[in-house]
């Protein structure tokens, strides 16, 4: 169902507008998410 919506309304609606998300750009997303393990002050 949540499929069938997807493909029948979200992704026509966007079609041209979703960037494609290779290898290097998920790593590169990876590590602006992740937190710096430094306690704070120690920068």
Known sequence: M??????????PA???RILSVDVAVAQRCGLLHVSD???SGTH
């Not at 949540?2 to 992704?11: F, G, Q, S, T, Y």
């Open 2 to 11: 949540l499929r069938a919506w997807i493909d029948e309304n979200v992704l």
């Open 14 to 16: 966007f079609r041209g």
């Open 37 to 39: 393990p430094r306690p």
